[in-house]
């Protein structure tokens, strides 16, 4: 099984004068990156997420003298950097949830309340609409950098790209223990002052504030000049009604922009999502293959999310809409294995997917926090099958963020910047470098990603994963409930003697999530 991981390099982009991309694959990078920023920052650092815990830390991060990140220096939590910040006169600002499902304003006021920081260096407000949840997660340091962030500041969702199928530094806690392949996107240039104008408009919506913080925040000074022509990364927001007193019909500004990419598809559209419900995004996928005859549909899903009604809804959609039978279509899930010991069983685990992707044709590409589902697109009713769910649910929209970047041509810039995404998430998932997956191969892309599946599976029958360290690949997507009984349905001939499933939920945690309830109300 092939899975060598590539060598880490810059994935920085200039897409034009006025902006530049990179890409943030996995969230070791994310931190670093994070922490950077934040320790740079002189003015300020607006931050809003679906949650930041007051014990979230991040692994080998730079030193704060600026030296190279180690494997053996000790984490850092993310609130002390903020906080040494604040004691440096930067003006913080934590946007957080604050409702029935979710709260961790709180605990950041205690927090910064019970220790020494300058008089309104750090305000934390919260958003209460529930059931809809504030899930833009965004990081802007002064006026020259944004982050599109794709986890919560949460320990659960720490990862590296060896993604081991056991580490120490995952709690069982969230997601089961399971390793985690997520992607954040760093914005400089005209993009951020995009991404700080949402930040604002979030900020003096939130209706849980502190007593000391009642004056509305304004966007800092910018260009005084109007840029007319087209951007090549926008940055879009989706909100629910009634968001904001100039807003009350929210925004619904990702979905239509989205069809609109799937839309223009000609050769290759290539999806990894958390998830993948949404009626309208079902429906776009299915008419551009019946549009293109030499159109190619990649996807790649979790099999067991973290919410399980989403299980029981991807499959029945994909299914529906005869994708998963469809020849040109793809679907497709990441797994682990890990050298295990020179007698004991080899330790295989599923990948969670917590990114949010979608690149069509390595010329349009849409990253950020809005999942394929009702909820992060339009309306979390559509979601629902039955009448009572989607009368209950209709138009519970959350507050998301995308960025989109678009190329005016297939051989500028920008769709450099789209194709060096797609090549280095394909050189971590399936192995070899990021080259290696920049040409269509004579047989296509379905064809050799489903013959690289069928590899692993004869690997795995044969014990051959490979023994130098965590190896990521892929196999067939299945529809069955358990990992156990995933793999079998692929053709995987599970001996106990040689492989040791990390991840095995009980019949409840299939059916009714229980972590994740427990992690939102605990």
């Known amino acids: ?76 939590r993310v609130i002390d950097e903020l906080l040494r910040a604040a004691r440096r006169g930067v003006d913080v600002r934590l946007l957080v949830n604050a409702s029935l499902l979710l709260d961790t304003a709180k605990p950041l006021r205690e927090f910064f309340g019970a220790h020494d920081c300058r008089p309104g260096c750090v305000l934390v407000r919260g958003v209460s609409r529930f059931p ?28 590296d790209r060896h993604h081991a199928p056991v580490d120490a530094r995952r709690p069982v806690r969230e997601l089961g223990g399971r390793p985690l392949h997520d992607l954040s996107v760093q914005l400089r240039g005209a993009a951020v002052r995009r991404a700080a104008q949402v ?84 429906d776009a996928l299915t008419a551009a293959l019946s549009r293109e005859p030499a159109l190619e549909v990649l996807v790649v899903l979790n099999q067991n999310p973290d919410v399980t009604a989403y299980r029981g809804w991807q499959n029945r959609r994909l299914a529906e809409a005869g994708l998963f039978a469809h020849p040109r279509v793809g679907v497709f899930a990441l797994w682990t294995a890990g050298r295990g010991g020179a007698a004991g069983p080899r330790p295989i685990n599923q990948l969670f997917v917590h990114s949010k992707v979608v690149t069509v044709d390595d010329r ?81 892309w379905v064809a050799r990603w489903r013959a690289l599946a069928a590899r692993n599976v004869s690997g795995l029958n044969r014990f051959q994963v490979a023994r130098r360290r965590a190896a990521t690949f892929v196999l067939p997507y299945s529809i069955r409930p358990t990992p156990r009984a995933q793999l079998a349905d692929v053709g995987v001939i599970f001996a106990p003697r040689e492989l040791d499933l990390c991840f095995e939920p009980s019949w409840l945690e299939v059916r009714f999530s229980p972590n994740w309830v427990r992690n939102m109300f605990g």
């Not at 899930?135 to 500041?153: N, R, T, V, W, Y």
């Open 199 to 282: 930040f604002v408009e979030l900020w003096n919506a939130a209706g849980d504030v502190e007593a000391r913080d009642r004056s509305p925040l304004a966007l800092p000074a910018g260009p005084s000049r109007t840029i007319t022509t087209p951007a090549p990364v926008r940055v879009l927001c989706t909100a629910p009604v009634r968001s904001s007193p100039s807003r009350r019909r929210g925004r619904m500004e990702i979905l239509p922009v989205l069809l609109d990419g799937i839309a223009r598809a000609r050769a290759l559209i290539y999806i990894e999502h958390q998830y993948l419900s949404a009626r309208p995004v079902i």
């Open 364 to 444: 349009w590409a849409m990253v950020g926090s809005a999942n394929l589902d009702g909820v992060s697109l339009h309306s979390y009713g559509d979601d629902f099958t039955g009448v009572l769910g989607r009368s209950i649910f209709r138009g519970v929209r959350n507050f998301d963020v995308a960025a989109v970047l678009d190329a005016a041509a297939p051989d500028d810039s920008t769709a450099s910047c789209v194709r060096n995404l797609r090549t280095r998430l394909w050189a971590e998932h399936l192995g070899g470098t990021p080259a290696a997956h920049r040409s269509r191969p004579p047989e296509g």
């Open 1 to 76: 099984m092939d899975a060598d991981v590539m060598p880490r390099h810059s994935g920085r982009h200039r897409t034009s004068a006025r902006a530049e991309v990179e890409w943030l694959i996995d969230n070791a990078d994310a931190y670093r990156a994070f922490v950077v920023a934040i320790r740079g920052a002189r003015h300020r650092l607006w931050i809003s997420q679906l949650a930041i815990d007051v014990d979230c830390v991040a692994y080998d991060v730079p030193a704060a003298d600026g030296t190279a990140h180690s494997d053996d220096r000790p984490p850092v």
């Open 132 to 159: 809809q949840l504030l899930h833009a997660k965004m990081l802007i340091a002064d006026e020259a950098d944004a982050f599109l962030i794709g986890s919560p500041f949460a320990n659960g969702y720490w990862d």
